[in-house]
C-alpha cells in the first residue's frame, strides 16, 4: 500500500469516525430538502449487497479500486418522511492521478431509495453527489457538510478545560536516574473522539478509575535516545482537582509511559513514568514554547 493510499484512508475514517454527522440538502427541481448523515460504527467487512452494487455500477472497469473504509449511518429527509434510516458508506479511491475519495451510500434494508454516489473533499469535509449516475463535473444534487456531533462538542470544551490545545508544544529536561539530564519534547495533536484501544488498556492496567474526558494523538521526541516524532496517545483527566495527563506511545513503546500533571494556566507541564503523581517529585519539567 503506497503512502497515498495510507494517507486517504487515515483521512476518510477520520472523516467518518463514529459520532460524527453531515448536514447539508438534497436538491430536487426548484425544492430543497434539508438532509442529514449520522456516521455509526466502522465495519470490519464490506456488506454483500454494497459489494454487488459496486461492481453493477462500475463493471466496465478493469480493475474495482478496493474499498478504504466502510461503516454504517443513518439518514434523514424529514420532509421525505425519512427518520434515521440505516444507511452504509463506503469510501474508495477514484483515479491514480486525482487521489479523490468517492463515497456510495446505500440503504441495506430499503434497496428502493436508490443509490447516492458522492465525492468527499478531504479539506472541507464536504460531500457532494448525487445519484448513482453522478460523476464530478454534472450538477450537485447532494451537498452535506461535516458538523460537530453533541459528543463531539462536550469532549471539545472538556480538553479546553484540561488544556489539550492541537499545536501546544512543551520543552524540557528529563532527570532520570540511571541516565544523564536530557531533552524532552511533547507535542499536543488533534483531538480524537475514540480513544486508541493501546490507550484505554493501559489505563485499565494502571487501575485509573476516573472518567477520561479528552484525548488527542500527539508526538514525543527524545532526541539523545534517536527517538524523534514518535507517535503517542495524550488522554487527560482530573485528579485532585489537578489536570492529570497520560501519555503512551503507539509505535515506540521503549520511550515508555509518562504520566504528567499540566499547570492552571497550561504554562508547565511536570511529571514522570506512569507510577508518577504530585506526592513525588517530577521526573520532567516542560514549559510551553508555543
Not at 25 to 40: C, H, K, M, N, V
Not at 149 to 162: F, H, M, N, P
Request: aromatic share 8%.
Amino acid at each position: 500500500m503506497d503512502n497515498r493510499v495510507v494517507y486517504l484512508e487515515k483521512k476518510s475514517k477520520e472523516a467518518f469516525s463514529q459520532g460524527a454527522a453531515y448536514q447539508g440538502a438534497l436538491e430536487q427541481f426548484t425544492t430543497s430538502y434539508d438532509l442529514r448523515y449520522d456516521i455509526g460504527q466502522a465495519l470490519k467487512t464490506v456488506p454483500d449487497a454494497v459489494m454487488d452494487a459496486r461492481r453493477d455500477l462500475w463493471s466496465g472497469k478493469k480493475e474495482q479500486p478496493k474499498p478504504l473504509y466502510c461503516c454504517t449511518g443513518m439518514c434523514t429527509i424529514a420532509q421525505l418522511g425519512l427518520k434515521c434510516e440505516p444507511v452504509s458508506f463506503t469510501a474508495d479511491i477514484v483515479g491514480k492521478e486525482e487521489g479523490l475519495v468517492r463515497v456510495l451510500i446505500m440503504s441495506p434494508e430499503k434497496p428502493e431509495l436508490g443509490i447516492t454516489v458522492t465525492h468527499l473533499d478531504l479539506q472541507r469535509h464536504e460531500l457532494k453527489g448525487g445519484d448513482d449516475t453522478w460523476k464530478p463535473g454534472q450538477q450537485i444534487v447532494i451537498r452535506a457538510v461535516r458538523v460537530a456531533s453533541v459528543e463531539e462538542t462536550k469532549q471539545k470544551r472538556a480538553a479546553e478545560r484540561l488544556g489539550l490545545k492541537e499545536g501546544a508544544c512543551y520543552k524540557g529536561k528529563c532527570t532520570h536516574p540511571f541516565f544523564k539530564p536530557y531533552d524532552i519534547e511533547f507535542t499536543f495533536g488533534k483531538l480524537v473522539n475514540q480513544p486508541p484501544v493501546i490507550a484505554l488498556e493501559t489505563r485499565k492496567t494502571l487501575g485509573w478509575r476516573e472518567p477520561a474526558e479528552a484525548c488527542c494523538m500527539g508526538v514525543q521526541s527524545i532526541p539523545e535516545f534517536g527517538a524523534k516524532c514518535c507517535e503517542v496517545v495524550i488522554m487527560a483527566d482530573r485528579k485532585d482537582e489537578e489536570r492529570r495527563i497520560l501519555v503512551v506511545p503507539t509505535i515506540k513503546p521503549e520511550i515508555g509511559i509518562s504520566v504528567g500533571c499540566l499547570s492552571a494556566d497550561a504554562k508547565e507541564f511536570t511529571g514522570g513514568e506512569s507510577d508518577w503523581w504530585l506526592e513525588k517529585d517530577p521526573m520532567f519539567y516542560c514549559e510551553k514554547s508555543k
